[in-house]
């Protein structure tokens, strides 16, 4: 079975400008979080949808957002991009609430220049 | 104060070694915790899910949560040079994680 998979894996971005993050979660799995990893913060949740309706939401700003697809998969988009915002994206994929079932991807990448 | 507290090392031991990896956490109102081990450019993957107090063990891993104390551990026996890589610890709150800031963990061979 094919893991979760995240496009890019890397990006470059200036100040300012918008980006969109693609995940495709395990096949079957639907349910789809976003996590934030960043060396001063550490793993900070960002959203998560199931079956195409955001179930759950972190403290981030409106800059992020995020949907899902009737297929599960999902993409989460960051406007007006800050310096800030440079860091490491998870996604992670789960069937349905068991966290003991939860399947990372390997990261995008994101430096804002 | 973070809900989730974790020393984020680096923590070095020598191969062989038994490895200790700890966490605290303020609510008491989590049941559910969880490791998580990370190499470097890798997602977090599931080492021990845990719930409530007691010890769970798997091969060379034990998890062990103290819940009067609110502490959580994570022990390494006969650690190799491929246990090293970062462990995060993380408590489950209705529908999200909240996790600690990982350790890295060295083993020297």
């Known amino acids: 079975k094919a893991g979760v998979t995240q496009t890019p894996r890397y990006l470059i971005k200036t100040r300012g400008q918008q980006v969109t993050l693609s995940c495709s979660p395990i096949?079957?799995?639907?349910?789809v979080s976003w996590y934030q990893q960043t060396p001063g913060q550490g793993l900070q949740f960002l959203f998560e949808y199931f079956s195409e309706t955001q179930r759950n939401k972190g403290n981030f700003p409106g800059r992020f957002s995020g949907r899902q697809f009737s297929n599960s998969r999902s993409e989460m988009n960051v406007s007006t991009l800050e310096l800030g915002d440079s860091a490491l994206y998870l996604c992670?994929?789960?069937?349905?609430?068991?966290?003991?079932?939860?399947?990372f991807g390997p990261g995008t990448r994101l430096t804002v220049l | 104060q973070k809900e989730v507290e974790q020393d984020p090392g680096p923590l070095s031991v020598p191969e062989g070694a038994i490895v200790s990896l700890n966490c605290t956490y303020s609510n008491s109102a989590f049941q559910y915790f969880m490791w998580y081990r990370q190499y470097s450019r890798k997602g977090p993957e599931l080492l021990m899910y845990?719930?409530s107090s007691g010890n769970k063990e798997d091969g060379r891993f034990t998890a062990q949560v103290d819940k009067s104390s609110k502490y959580i551990s994570l022990f390494i026996r006969d650690s190799q040079p491929s246990d090293s890589a970062t462990y995060l610890c993380?408590?489950?709150?209705?529908?999200?994680?909240?996790w600690g800031a990982g350790t890295k963990l060295i083993i020297k061979p």
């Open positions: 096949s079957g799995h639907r349910s």
């Open positions: 992670a994929s789960m069937l349905g609430a068991a966290y003991n079932e939860q399947f």
């Open positions: 993380a408590a489950q709150s209705n529908y999200q994680l909240i």
């Open positions: 845990t719930y």
